[in-house]
């Protein structure tokens, strides 16, 4: 059951500056802009009659064309592109009646071929290979064409599997904690075993500290420390298979590395505004990137939160936002009122009409939520902040949470309070905010032995 926050005392009392009245939120559930949005560009879909496909519906594929066409369409792609692809797709559909080849011999290496022989004759266009995809994805849901064979994995892929399965099923990690350490794991093994072959009853002591050292030259102290938590964790996992005979985990040399040892990375409150207003929010992109970065910056949300956001997690009635937050964590917190208007503004002129359920969508067909999310919200960031002719070591969306910590602080909320409002687990992660009150912290410091009083 999500934990209801409704609109807690501490926010209303404590952080009037966060929160302010929810009416308008209300007002814009009764403005039903789903039903009442329109299109505001000046781009036309491609959305072809059954008539206009007919003189390519030859081969093998003809059969299938309108129904490709239509996914294309669903899919938020414009004319002219929906039609290269689905030409693209004629021709494929020739070459392969020319060859004397059934619908269920294509294939990834079938379309490779294709491609290959039609850029011998026509210029590579870059989105020929996506429409390769999306055409086999297509097929191979509607039954037209077998599922693809397994791709015959190299020892470090199998090992990366087995691993994988001890994250998810043995520890019970989320799947992006499990990422995070395949990705670790994947850097190890191709460091020390460059040729595919991977023979780990051959690991040394020296291996791990050479790979340790090597890979910690490029990385900042947290990155080391979790390559250094994983592959302690991975050797160990070698060792209980039977992989290794030996307890190399002990060989990983410790990150040096101290709790509240640095200032939290923030932004002033007038730089954070300076971001916002760089946005050009009378453009579509524009008003999505404001309202990410409002997100950010007033509820002080973790960018996988931001782009994981679905329109069912948005109760206009009650004026409240449902966030899924790390570790399977759900969370009920009020939507404030400048966020709810940018809202509103982006679903009803700004966002693509499209079938994904994502309040965030790309820009650009094919119409979908972000294929890297937390990524992609760190580059809003980070051009927002260029724009903005911020300058500022940090560029992760993580700036705003810490600077939404802060401005709390300085308007006289407890590390209680903020704690609550930023969803920690643990108090103790609350504890480096107390660094940032310098004034406080100059009354407590002792004068230096000899200097001035």
């Known amino acids: 059951m999500p934990s209801s926050w409704g609109v807690p005392a501490i926010l209303t009392g404590i952080a009037p500056f966060l929160f302010s009245s929810l009416g308008i939120i209300r007002v814009c559930f009764l403005l039903n802009f789903n039903q009442e ?22 081969g093998p594929l003809g059969p299938h064309l309108e129904s490709f066409a239509a996914l294309l369409s669903q899919l938020g792609y414009c004319r002219s592109n929906g039609w290269q692809k689905v030409r693209l797709v004629a021709d494929l559909s020739r070459w392969l009646q020319h060859r004397g080849r059934k619908l269920t011999q294509l294939d990834e290496g079938r379309a490779d071929q294709f491609l290959q022989s039609r850029w011998k004759q026509v210029s590579n266009r870059s989105g020929d290979r996506s429409t390769m995809h999306e055409l086999l994805r297509h097929l191979r849901q509607s039954g037209a064409i077998p599922a693809a064979m397994p791709v015959p994995q190299s020892e470090i892929d199998e090992m990366e599997q087995q691993y994988r399965s001890f994250l998810l099923q043995e520890r019970a990690l989320m799947p992006a904690s499990v ?14 075993f460059a040729t595919g072959k991977v023979r780990l009853k051959g690991l040394r002591a020296k291996d791990i500290a050479d790979f340790v050292l090597q890979d910690t030259t490029s990385r900042g102290r947290r990155s080391a420390q979790l390559m250094a938590t994983v592959l302690r964790s991975f050797l160990n996992f070698l060792l209980q298979r039977g992989y290794i005979a030996k307890k190399l985990a002990a060989a990983v040399p410790t990150v040096a590395g101290w709790r509240l040892s640095e200032l939290p990375r923030f932004l002033e409150a007038e730089q954070v505004e300076k971001v916002l207003k760089a946005c050009d929010r009378r453009r579509k992109a524009g008003k999505r990137d404001y309202t990410i970065l409002l997100l950010l910056a007033r509820l002080g949300l973790r960018a996988g939160e931001v782009a994981g956001l679905r329109l ?13 937050g790390k570790g399977a964590r759900v969370d009920k917190l009020p939507l404030p009122h400048d966020v709810g208007q940018a809202l509103v503004d982006y679903l009803k002129k700004g966002r693509p009409e499209c079938s994904s359920r994502q309040v965030f969508i790309q820009c650009k067909a094919p119409y979908l939520g972000f294929p890297n999310p937390p990524n992609t919200i760190c580059g809003i960031v980070r051009r927002a902040l260029k724009r903005a002719r911020v300058q500022t070591r940090h560029h992760g969306a993580h700036v705003f949470r810490h600077s939404l910590a802060t401005r709390m602080l300085s308007k006289g909320a407890s590390l209680t309070q903020i704690g609550h409002v930023l969803r920690h687990q643990q108090v103790q992660t609350t504890e480096i905010y107390a660094k940032v009150d310098l004034t406080a912290l100059n009354r407590l410091a002792l004068p230096w032995p000899g200097g001035a009083r």
């Open 37 to 58: 949005r329109k299109s505001t560009s000046m781009t036309v879909r491609f959305d072809p009659a059954p008539e206009e496909l007919q003189p390519l519906r030859v």
């Open 179 to 192: 990422h995070q350490y395949l990705v670790v794991v994947r850097r190890f093994l191709s460091y020390r």
């Open 312 to 324: 069912e997690d948005i109760d206009w009635r009650a004026g409240e936002l449902l966030i899924h």
